[in-house]
């Protein structure tokens, strides 16, 4: 399967907000959020089918979200997450010295995964820190 | 007979928008209706009536279950778990008000800790240029009253803050603008087509992570020098275009956001902005607005300048004085050098909104979440304390993104035990004296809110 790479940036969208507010355990932040927003002809060059997992890559992690086509228009080479718990898995730390990571430009490689499955916010966060017992 | 409470204040992003009306149930319990507001703003007051919304801490225990435990012990313990480390971080503050964050001072204070707020991964690169360059700014109402051009620089408040521009800053008649959207010509830059970008009538569609040359662009043009035929993917025309409307505005109004501190190039980005916001004025007359996220983020920087000197990434570890070094005192970075043993979490959700790798690292020591809701934080803590909604059970002050402070009311009553986030640090404070005996410190002027009228704990 090829593999492209794309330029990422993860900001707020008004589904994630009125999802977050809802609680972010609710299953309405799970769809507003484990989704990767890119351009169908990049889409096209990595050989995703719309709509299906893909896993996304970057220098400090990896993460498997929904590639769908964007919302908000975006050009071919950029690919967005919207800003929470599947965007942070992937977004460096990196401050450039004044505090704030990485949250938007950073490059990552997306391949397809229709296989694999989304993992729910407390799994992935909970995951990370050696808390996740299973269920949902 | 249910009541309609008018003039309450949204406490969701940075427009605090104060004229919502909220229609409560006759025992001041549940939120029946929410009017004026958002979609956001609507979602978080109903969200209040959560009947699962927890009413007691909860400690970890060494299975990994978390269990309730009464306020004192949870006092107790978060007083003891803050003399105890050496270096401990207190974050958040993006969904508090100033009464709590004037009271966490006292803690910070005497637990030598690190005190920081949400700007350290929104707005902190915007401090850093503001210091550097100064902050040409105005209110909000002067945006509405007199702008002709509004510019949206890396900034989508469709989506952000859902109703500033109908508040302030394209829709609204005001007293030079009473057109309205007709008299207001709106320019957005931003590298995707955002639904702000749709209602510009100019969008330069830059490419991503360019906005210091795009902005250094503009400033060239604007002092009559020549460009390249293209910079950051924009044609030389089209940026002309902009400097020519921008240049030729009555008053322009440029707010910027996420996508010019979020990106490399960081506090240049909004150095090189403030310094066009500065040639436009040899022009016209011209302001600049940092579109803050939340209803109270600007209250940290209000409240702990005036207590410290310094409105984040304040390092109180020291003992005599406070320090401030972004990169070295700041959350992500101090998380990263795991140069903290002690986390405190208070307003926010560091656990979905750091990156993975600061949450790992924190996670080494104790991590302690204060916040009404359960959220990703509060779900790996080892102590999640509750406390009020400030803005709906708990009124208090707030700071909106051009500084402009508002007192919010409460609309419910709040859950009957649960203290807001000012009560629970004074007496988080008055444990730690017990502790160090030592003899708490009050403000007279604070003497009478050490126990506000209200039954909670204790």
Redesign the interface.
């Known amino acids: 399967m090829a593999k492209i790479h794309l330029?990422m940036?993860?900001?707020?969208?008004?589904e994630e907000?009125?999802?977050?507010?809802?609680?972010?355990?609710n299953p309405n932040y799970f769809i507003a959020c484990s989704i990767c927003e890119m351009n169908p002809e990049d889409m096209k060059r990595g050989g995703i089918l719309k709509n299906t997992n893909v896993r996304v890559t970057s220098e400090?992690?990896t993460v498997i979200v929904k590639a769908i086509e964007?919302t908000?228009?975006?050009?071919p080479g950029?690919a967005?997450i919207r800003?929470?718990?599947w965007a942070?898995?992937v977004?460096?730390?990196r401050?450039?010295?004044?505090?704030?990571?990485?949250?938007?430009?950073f490059p990552v490689t997306i391949e397809p995964a229709p296989e694999e499955k989304l993992k729910t916010?407390?799994n992935?966060?909970?995951g990370?820190?050696g808390?996740w017992?299973g269920g949902n | 007979m249910p009541k309609l409470i008018k003039g309450v204040g949204c406490p969701?992003?940075g427009s605090s928008c104060d004229d919502l009306e909220v229609l409560i149930s006759d025992d001041e319990t549940k939120v029946l209706e929410v009017h004026n507001a958002?979609?956001?703003g609507t979602?978080?007051f109903?969200?209040a009536n959560?009947p699962t919304r927890p009413k007691l801490p909860r400690m970890r225990q060494p299975d990994?279950t978390m269990k309730e435990i009464p306020y004192t012990e949870a006092i107790d313990y978060m007083a003891k778990t803050m003399l105890a480390a050496k270096k401990p971080l207190i974050y958040g503050f993006g969904s508090t008000n100033c009464e709590g964050m004037s009271a966490v001072a006292r803690i910070a204070e005497k637990s030598g800790a690190v005190l920081?707020n949400c700007a350290?991964?929104?707005h902190?690169?915007s401090f850093?240029a503001i210091f550097d360059n100064g902050y040409p700014s105005c209110t909000l109402g002067e945006a509405k009253n007199r702008a002709d051009v509004v510019v949206f620089w890396g900034c989508?408040p469709?989506?952000?803050h859902?109703r500033h521009t109908s508040r302030y800053s394209i829709f609204p008649r005001g007293y030079f603008t009473q057109k309205g959207q007709m008299q207001r010509t709106v320019l957005s830059i931003d590298?995707?087509?955002?639904?702000t970008?749709k209602l510009a009538d100019i969008h330069l569609?830059l490419d991503?992570?360019h906005d210091y040359e795009l902005f250094d662009a503009f400033r060239t043009v604007l002092r009559g020098f020549d460009i390249p035929e293209t910079v950051a993917g924009i044609p030389r025309d089209t940026i002309k275009k902009s400097v020519e409307i921008m240049k030729n505005a009555r008053f322009c109004m440029i707010f910027f956001g996420?996508?010019c501190?979020?990106?490399?190039g960081?506090?240049h980005n909004i150095d090189a902005a403030i310094s066009l916001t500065r040639d436009l004025n040899e022009h016209t007359k011209c302001s600049i607005m940092a579109m803050r996220g939340h209803y109270n983020i600007a209250g940290p920087g209000q409240v702990w300048a005036w207590q410290f000197g310094f409105p984040?990434?304040i390092d109180l570890s020291k003992g005599t004085h406070a320090h401030m070094n972004?990169?070295e005192t700041?959350?992500?970075?101090l998380?990263?050098r795991d140069e903290v043993d002690c986390f405190v979490n208070v307003g926010a959700?560091a656990?979905?909104?750091?990156?993975?790798?600061?949450?790992?690292h924190l996670?080494k020591h104790p991590f302690i979440t204060i916040d009404p809701?359960?959220?990703?934080a509060s779900?790996?803590s080892d102590l999640h304390i509750p406390v009020r909604i400030a803005g709906v059970d708990e009124p208090g002050v707030v700071y909106r993104m051009d500084n402009v402070p508002i007192q919010f009311k409460a609309v419910l009553k709040g859950l009957p035990g649960v203290p807001s986030d000012e009560e629970l640090f004074n007496l988080v404070y008055e444990r730690m004296c017990e502790l160090t005996q030592t003899k708490p410190i009050w403000l007279a002027a604070k003497e009478d809110r050490r126990y506000p009228e209200s039954e909670a704990v204790i």
């Open positions: 330029n940036i993860t900001q707020r969208s008004i907000g009125a999802a977050m507010e809802q609680g972010k355990t400090c992690g964007p908000q228009y975006c050009p950029l967005h800003q929470g718990v942070n898995q977004v460096p730390p401050t450039q010295s004044t505090g704030t990571p990485q949250y938007s430009g916010a407390l992935l966060v909970q990370a820190v808390l017992k | 969701y992003c958002c979609i956001i979602n978080l109903h969200h959560d990994g920081d350290t991964i929104c902190g690169p850093l989508n469709m989506h952000a859902p590298p995707r087509e955002t639904d970008a569609m991503q992570g996420m996508g501190t979020h990106t490399n960081r506090n984040y990434c972004p990169g700041s959350s992500v970075d998380a990263m959700d656990g979905a909104h750091f990156p993975i790798q600061p949450v790992q996670k809701n359960f959220n990703m779900e790996i």
